[in-house]
């Protein structure tokens, strides 16, 4: 194992982010490449209240730029993460920084998850820690092609389709298909993250997915269960597939929650729920979830 303090050769927001994942560097390595993927699922929430924090901040600018250095800032200074765009864009290039070759893919005109090939190996493997679904572990397209990963009622199935390098992306929860979610991605193609900036637009547009209501999620594997918060509904599942859900009640049960549930005391959530009702939003009344 190499010491992340004295790694001279990672620059500091590469040390910063391992530290941060509580990741220590080795030798890329399908059982690193797995431990890095779970550490980021563990420590780093999938959440759009950064989303909510900049959405006038795009479109001053337009574009939303790949930044990890500034990613890992805001890990440190809000507790953020974000969802697809920023977290696995950065992911991708920690992954370069370690000895890992990665590649952006595309999923459903909408979503960026990537592959991820291992020195020596010619495989690719699918990496997605941007994504609510419960991928802990990279997935072997070509080897595994019938690759379920579950968690507590929540499944997720990668199944090869007729051209050779194509796959479609299912996402099932407490057994019901969710049509919404139901991907093609096409391996044989290469993206630059500013690809991604029409889909990024239509990401940002006002009363969107992402921009009306309040997310946040995480995976809190040693208590066997997962987090989400949508608007003020709390909902706890478990390994089990038992569901907890609670209505929060005001701004106070909300912080109360992300405090001692969620871990996440430095998560700007007050700021984004006063984001969301300066464009009409009332995330009391209307709850989606």
């Known amino acids: 194992m190499i010491d992340i303090i004295n790694h001279k050769n990672l620059p500091q927001w590469a040390k910063d982010y391992l530290r941060y994942i509580q990741i220590p560097v080795r030798e890329p390595s399908l059982p690193y490449l797995t431990e890095v993927c779970t550490a980021h699922l563990k420590r780093i929430p999938f959440e759009n209240i950064s989303t909510l924090l900049q959405f006038d901040e795009y479109h001053q600018k337009g574009r939303l730029i790949q930044d990890e250095k500034k990613f890992v800032r805001q890990l440190y200074q809000y507790q953020m993460g974000g969802t697809c765009y920023m977290i696995n864009s950065s992911l991708h290039q920690l992954l370069k920084q370690l000895g890992f070759q990665c590649r952006y893919t595309f999923l459903g005109g909408g979503h960026v998850a990537l592959l991820v090939q291992l020195p020596n190996e010619n495989e690719e493997m699918y990496v997605d820690p941007g994504n609510g679904a419960p991928f802990f572990e990279p997935v072997k397209l070509e080897s595994d092609p019938m690759n379920r990963s579950q968690f507590g009622g929540i499944e997720v199935q990668l199944r090869p389709m ?128």
């Open 162 to 289: 007729d051209e050779p390098g194509t796959y479609k992306y299912y996402r099932y929860v407490d057994g019901k298909l969710l049509n919404h979610m139901i991907w093609s991605f096409d391996t044989r193609k290469n993206y630059q993250f500013d690809d991604f900036q029409p889909a990024i637009q239509k990401y940002f547009q006002p009363n969107g997915f992402f921009t009306s209501d309040l997310r946040c999620q995480i995976w809190q594997l040693e208590q066997n269960r997962s987090l989400s918060l949508v608007n003020n509904m709390l909902s706890i599942r478990y390994s089990n597939g038992e569901v907890e859900k609670r209505e929060l009640a005001d701004l106070y049960d909300i912080r109360s929650v992300v405090n001692n549930e969620f871990g996440l005391p430095k998560l700007p959530v007050e700021d984004a729920i006063e984001a969301l009702e300066k464009r009409g939003v009332n995330i009391f009344k209307n709850n989606n979830n």
